[in-house]
């Protein structure tokens, strides 16, 4: 199902993820919080040793604090699976966004269909503009930090440190989370991590 809607969204020239590309960023758990110690400080949940991934995820998600599985996997998935995550998290919650929120999330999905300098550029540019810190606004940052630099052209480079897109994409779809019914969100919290689930199998 996630194939052929990689085919369809290249057909139509939508974003797509490259179904080649590996979608996590370590199979094993304790590996990405070796590699990115911030991990560890969003998360009061720790991997066994050996977890992988996608079974830390799942334990996340059947924990007393559920969120802490979008907060993991936003950090796992390589950015292009993680952009295109929080993309399709936040469409599937269309009814809370605002139309500020659907610019940004046009942005983002530019980028996933086109990575480079000038998708990301736009990306950010945009949603630094924005004065209000909306979900789509935060999944355009996070392509924004995909590279780039921290600091205005002008002044000595200074690249996005590498945790800093994975907690734009958690702020963004938490944020669109909030926004649900109270007795919604564990419905859509599970399929948020269903999805997730379906992107890193297809990658």
């Known amino acids: 199902m996630m194939h052929n809607h990689i085919a369809q969204a ?3 020239g939508g974003a797509a993820v490259a179904e080649r590309e590996n979608a996590l960023r370590h199979a094993v758990a304790a590996a990405l919080f070796e590699a990115m110690p911030e ?12 977890e992988t991934s996608r079974a830390f995820i799942d334990r996340l998600a059947a924990s007393a604090t559920p969120e802490e599985a979008v907060t993991f996997a936003a950090q796992a998935m390589a950015l292009r699976h993680g952009i295109w995550w929080g993309h399709e998290c936040l469409m599937r919650m269309r009814q809370v966004l605002e139309p500020q929120d659907l610019e940004m999330l046009a942005l983002a999905a530019d980028w996933v269909g086109a990575p480079g300098e000038e998708t990301r550029h736009r990306a950010a540019t945009a949603a630094m503009a924005c004065t209000t810190k909306t979900p789509g606004v935060w999944i355009a940052l996070g392509v924004g930090w995909t590279g780039g630099s921290l600091l205005p052209p ?7 440190p590498p945790f800093l897109p994975g907690r734009a994409i958690n702020a ?4 669109a989370l909030a926004r649900a019914e109270r007795d919604q969100r564990a419905r859509i919290l599970a399929g948020f991590v269903s999805m997730a689930h379906a992107i890193i199998d297809a990658g």
């Open 10 to 12: 290249e057909r139509t």
């Open 39 to 50: 991990v560890g400080q969003d998360l009061d949940h720790r991997p066994d040793p050996g």
């Open 154 to 160: 002008e002044q000595a480079a200074v690249p996005p």
């Open 172 to 175: 963004g779809v938490l944020l």
